[in-house]
């Protein structure tokens, strides 16, 4: 018996998103539980940005920022300033920011104070 090769994908990739779902869902049982959470705002963000990019992006959340600037070593921390960058979008990551973002060690530019810290980050305002 012969099959329509676009017939074929189709199910395969039909199969592929019921047996993902199966996977994702297991902890709850129940797959129309884990797709509901997928399409929620926000969704997985706890569980996938690392603690310092979260920091980051609550403060731009609460106080509305529009640009932050980071730091030479946060910059050329790729696995940090990825997950910032991505995170705190329409904000803009900009050499010179509302906000800059540091290491906790790191002098602070000229006119900048401390906002928040926590753990190896460091936020200030600056004008």
Do not use: W
Not at 98 to 123: N, T
């Amino acid at each position: 018996m012969e099959q329509n090769p676009s017939f074929l994908k189709l199910m395969s990739v039909a199969l592929l998103i019921v047996g993902v779902a199966l996977v994702a869902g297991h902890r709850s049982g129940n797959p129309l539980e884990l797709m509901q959470k997928l399409s929620t705002p926000r969704c997985g963000e706890q569980e996938v940005l690392p603690p310092e990019a979260l920091l980051v992006l609550d403060f731009v959340r609460q106080h509305r920022i529009s640009s932050i600037a980071l730091s030479k070593p946060v910059s050329a921390d790729r696995f940090l300033t990825q997950p910032i960058t991505e995170s705190i979008y329409p904000s803009l990551v900009l050499e010179r920011g509302a906000v800059y973002v540091s290491y906790a060690g790191e002098p602070l530019p000229e006119g900048c104070k401390p906002v928040r810290g926590a753990g190896r980050i460091s936020i200030a305002a600056c004008r």
